[in-house]
């Protein structure tokens, strides 16, 4: 849990819902828009339930959390309904590749196309003990060479905003300057109620009656505030969806860690780099996980690490079961006699978590997977230390030793990242696989039994 | 960019007198406290209460060493800070979703200085109010997403630095010189680990927590440490993402902090990433590129820090710098004391298999600690499948086997014929009195089940005992009943106050009649009926009663179904299983009066004067 980005959909739609509930005296603002994606109803058979997309002239955007659209040739301005629909239809499901990342467009998002001549820009971020307002009257897509203009008042958290003189900041140089300072204020109260971290429009414009409107938004909120605000993230009445980073789906071993780290309170995290890799890792703890990759890295070996992912918060032995059943399905796929690969088990000294479980867990998967790990030639280094770590060690040693599974075992008398060395040499070496006449099937998918 | 507004903490937060509130207690993190302050020698325990929300009060035992401490549990925060004004850390276990009013409660109390968050998942504006309650009030926060932090030899706070041998193993019972602040929890215990291997230890520890907002920053924590005049060099692991390490950056820059800094920020994977990725902690994500591992190595570098080039060399680092402050006389080696031996955990030591000790109870009929109950290897699923009756779960609790389907049917119609026998009967008539009286059902049962005995349904094992004794030593029906005459004792299982030959008993001839359709022999039966045939002869009543026939028709059964060695059967009459039929079958009965009289209403019974013979001397 943590901060998540938003499409701009979905921000401005929960800007829109919670607009008239948070900002009272029957305000509301006007953003009107629609989504298309590669599996909703396309524009034209929208437009049916959408009077105002077929009397109007339209914007299109794709709306997949990366910045730059104009200068990709991926927006489309002052079209109308046919143009729009041929617009999208050209280009939904279709790779292309932003700032080296290369993705499929799969959501557009459709607006009405507003002549205007202001635009403003308008951002909030959370800080640590202020959330800093800032505003410029030269918004838009030069909005970096203008940065100098931008200014900025820091509200200290907790202050009611209506209590902040934003004179200043909006000076008198402002067209509608007193509707401005309210918008601002407005959002700003929105921004509060609804745990963002971080929200912008840029630009915001003012529509033919004068009013402020956002053209292009931004937002990012806490997760964490799911909780207490979560039911008012809906968006068209579903609860609001995080989307990945543009250019990186889901591997569905990463979406199955997902759904086991949302249904336990401790913490199972996955995200695969290199499919092909060489070195996985299975390490416990948040911060001890990030050392160990560092350390693969530090040491010229990042092209090879499999995965970053840390286990934490005591887990239990049927999580850390299918959790290690997940990893060992990776780490052995396709295996390659020439090939020798490396399975870093490794944590630091545990303050609570009772290693011989969680190791338990680890064991049990080691042993459904006996065949997978010989056949991969995939050695396991292990280090770990907290309670109870005296017998897990031991109990990695005898299964080691029982299914001739070639593993190392450390405890804290070596430095957490000795194994990281160890691991290196081992896919350096030229130790062919001892038995390589079992099965000729790949292991796919994961395999819990 | 986050030390707007920044306040000072106070330089000193622990001392070895610190006691500690905890809320929501956990019981292996108080014990884990106060096991540190026994190798630490305190003199007073860490913990001075409990709170416990929704609580009647009360205490809680745990070990102060070898003695058993009582502390005491409180209702609310206000009662328990009021009643332990000493008491300023305030340890908060409660979720994310409860842990802001109770830190916000904590935080407004006077006696409190210090509340320490352990909660994952707090939302940031709530993290984000208390920093500024914490301000206002000039409080200390430490957390959330934490594991706490230690001064060695002093205070820990919960879990920190985990079991007892891990304390011990880095020393953390005595004080070192090395101020070390970090986010993650589970590294601290690591480096302290490093630590001491490296420099002669902590003075104090800190894991801040990997949020986004920690309502103690590494930055306050450094400040805290220069202030210190304990502490000689500062030990900071930083981590991707956020603005902190930026603070300690412009303070060294500043000429703010004059103590040696070791820094390293990890996540320096992060550029090998393809996309940004979301870390193990939330304030770490990859993305911007001042918040990256290496922009901020590089300005803690240029700003004075030593800075390893990787983590691998960090406690190079370190011991480079501490042998620098030993050879220039700014430290002194402590002195190593050996910390008082602390008794082992029980369950800790059979769990490491280093203690044994004679169990007090033995078992061997059922075993509820799997997964599923099971009752002589029985799993309860298999017991509750129709093919299993009644008369098998007596079998397997009382004979530990799964008798044939005859005898356990035989069991169970021992039990329907024994269930109940009128209101009469001293049993069912002491029941209804106790049930009368206002008793509750068990009362009332055990008032009616404590008649039972040689005159009244305990005759069954007494009757088997003494056939089985006379048909095995081959008297004669004859020999038998004469020489328990001249003995003046009556032969248990024989004669019944209403019933005789000419009104027989219906309940004996069903079991007879089973007996021979079922039994594969009936040698101690017939034997019985030729004593009863010698003792009609001298009194009418003299019948084989129910008790009786049951004692000798288990002989019959336990010596023909072949699942008994003679042993087990000589034992299963000594130990005296049978009358445990009669309790078990009356109980039914026995629990019925006692319902109908209460379903009736009845009045206390009382027994008519004129119903009494009074023949007291005048």
């Known amino acids: 849990m943590a901060r998540k980005k938003l499409r701009e959909y979905s921000t401005k739609s929960i800007i829109k819902n919670n607009f008239p509930t948070i900002i009272g005296n029957g305000k509301t603002i006007g953003i009107k828009m629609i989504q298309v994606c590669n599996n909703s109803p396309t524009l034209m058979e929208q437009s049916k339930n959408h009077i105002w997309l077929a009397h109007n002239k339209l914007v299109v955007k794709p709306d997949m959390l990366f910045g730059k659209r104009g200068k990709n040739n991926l927006v489309l301005l002052n079209a109308n309904l046919e143009e729009a629909d041929k617009f999208i239809k050209e280009r939904i499901g279709k790779k292309v590749t932003i700032d080296g990342k290369e993705g499929a467009v799969t959501h557009f998002i459709v607006e009405p196309f507003i002549q205007h001549s202001v635009e403003y820009y308008l951002s909030i971020v959370a800080q640590r003990h202020c959330n800093r307002l800032s505003f410029s009257s030269k918004g838009g897509i030069e909005i970096e060479e203008n940065w100098e203009l931008v200014q900025y008042v820091d509200i200290p958290y907790g202050e009611n905003i209506d209590h902040i003189n934003l004179h200043q900041l909006v000076d008198s140089s402002i067209v509608n300057r007193e509707s401005v300072i309210e ?232 430095s957490m990242t000795s194994i990281v060395q160890l691991a290196i040499n081992h896919i350096n070496s030229s130790n062919n696989i001892i038995n390589n006449s079992s099965s000729s099937t790949t292991t796919n998918g994961i395999h819990c039994h | 960019m986050n030390n707007n507004n920044n306040i000072q903490l106070p330089a000193k937060l622990f001392s070895k007198q610190s006691q500690a509130l905890i809320y929501n207690y956990k019981e292996a993190a108080v014990q884990r406290m106060l096991d540190f302050d026994n190798v630490s020698q305190r003199e007073t325990p860490s913990v001075a209460g409990l709170v416990h929300p929704g609580s009647e009060g009360g205490f809680y035992k745990a070990f102060f060493g070898f003695k058993e401490l009582v502390i005491p549990i409180y209702n609310s925060i206000s009662e328990a800070c009021q009643e332990n004004p000493n008491a300023d850390v305030f340890i908060n276990f409660a979720s994310h979703r409860s842990a802001y009013n109770s830190s916000k409660l904590a935080l407004l109390e006077p006696s409190v200085r210090v509340v320490v968050i352990i909660a994952e998942g707090m939302p940031e504006n709530e993290a984000r109010s208390l920093i500024s309650i914490a301000a206002r009030h000039g409080k200390v926060i430490i957390g959330p997403a934490t594991v706490g932090g230690i001064l060695a030899g002093g205070f820990k706070i919960g879990n920190t630095a985990g079991t007892i041998d891990n304390i011990l193993a880095c020393k953390l019972y005595r004080s070192g010189s090395v101020g070390f602040v970090s986010k993650s929890g589970g590294l601290s215990n690591e480096m302290y680990n490093v630590l001491s291997r490296c420099t002669d230890g902590i003075y104090e520890g800190i894991a801040i927590g990997g949020d986004a907002f920690p309502g103690s920053t590494l930055c306050d924590h450094v400040l805290r440490y220069e202030r210190l005049p304990e502490v000689k060099m500062i030990v900071v692991l930083g981590e991707l993402g956020g603005w902190d390490e930026y603070g300690i950056v412009e303070a060294l820059k500043k000429g703010d902090i004059k103590k040696p800094v070791c820094a390293w920020v990890s996540g320096t994977v992060a550029k090998i990433f393809p996309t940004e990725v979301q870390f193990g902690h939330a304030g770490a994500k990859s993305g911007s590129t001042a918040e990256s591992a290496e922009a901020k190595n590089k300005a803690l570098l240029m700003a004075g820090a030593h800075v390893p080039n990787s983590f691998e060399e960090f406690s190079q680092v370190i011991s480079h710098q501490y042998s620098r402050l030993v050879e220039n006389g700014l430290v002194n080696p402590v002195e190593e004391i050996s910390p008082p031996e602390l008794p082992l955990d029980f369950k800790t030591a059979v769990k490491a298999g280093k203690v044994r000790k004679p169990t007090s109870i033995i078992s061997t009929i059922c075993d509820d600690r799997g997964s599923e109950l099971t009752y002589s290897g029985v799993p309860i699923s298999k017991v509750c499948n129709p093919e299993y009756c009644i008369g098998d779960v007596i079998g397997l609790l009382w004979f530990k086997k799964k008798l044939p389907p005859y005898a ?117 039966l017939d034997y019985a009926l030729e004593v009863e045939k010698y003792t009609l002869q001298k009194a009418n009543n003299l019948i084989l009663n129910v008790d009786g026939c049951i004692g000798v028709l288990f002989l019959d059964l336990l010596h023909s179904c072949q699942l008994f060695s003679m042993e087990e059967i000589k034992e299963i009459i000594d130990v005296g299983y049978l009358n445990g039929f009669f309790i078990v079958g009356r109980s039914i009965g026995l629990i019925g009066h006692a319902l109908d009289q209460k379903r009736m209403r009845q009045p206390l019974y009382r027994h008519p004067w004129e119903d009494v013979l009074y023949d007291v001397e005048e």
Request: hydrophobic share 35%; net charge negative.
């Open chain 1, 183 to 414: 918008f601002l204020k407005n959002i700003y109260k929105i921004f509060c109620e609804l745990s963002f971290h971080f929200l912008e429009m840029n630009p915001f414009t003012l529509d033919f009656e004068g009013r402020p409107l956002p053209l292009d938004c931004r937002g990012e909120i806490d997760e964490c505030g799911q909780f207490k605000v979560g039911n008012k993230w809906n968006v068209d009445d579903e609860p609001i969806h995080f989307p990945q980073p543009f250019g990186r789906d889901l591997y569905p071993e990463e979406t199955f860690v997902n759904e086991i780290d949302e249904k336990t309170g401790a913490s199972l995290k996955l995200t695969i780099l290199n499919p092909r890799g060489r070195i996985w890792a299975m390490v416990a703890g948040g911060g001890a996980s990030v050392i160990y990759a560092d350390t693969v890295a530090d040491m010229g070996y990042g092209h090879e690490l499999g995965n970053y992912g840390e286990y934490s918060g005591d887990p239990n032995e049927e999580d850390t079961y299918k959790y290690a059943c997940t990893l060992l399905g990776l780490a052995t796929r396709n295996p390659d006699s020439t090939k020798p690969r490396a399975l870093l088990i490794g944590g630091g000294i545990a303050n609570f978590t009772d290693v011989a479980a969680t190791f338990k867990g680890i064991i049990h998967a080691i042993k459904d997977y006996q065949q997978d790990i010989l056949r991969s030639n995939l050695h396991l280094f292990v280090r770990r230390g907290g309670p109870n770590y005296q017998s897990a060690l031991q109990h990695m040693r005898e299964i080691g030793n029982k299914l001739s599974i070639p593993i190392q075992v450390y405890g804290p008398e070596v």
């Open chain 2, 408 to 524: 356990s049917q035989f069991i169970e119609m021992c039990l329907k014929l024994v269930a109940d026998h009128g209101p009469c009967v001293s049993g069912a008539h002491n029941t209804i009195v106790a049930s009368r009286a206002g008793k509750d059902l068990v009362s009332s049962l055990v008032s009616g089940l404590l008649t039972i005995g040689p005159r009244f349904g305990g005759a069954i094992d007494d009757a088997a005992r003494t056939f089985k004794h006379a048909f095995d030593c081959g008297q004669s029906p004859e020999q038998f009943v004469e020489t328990m005459k001249a003995k003046g004792k009556r032969i248990p299982g024989i004669g019944h106050l209403i019933k005789s030959a000419d009104d027989i008993d219906k309940r004996v001839v069903i079991l007879k009649d089973y007996s021979k359709t079922h039994f594969k022999s009936s040698q101690y």
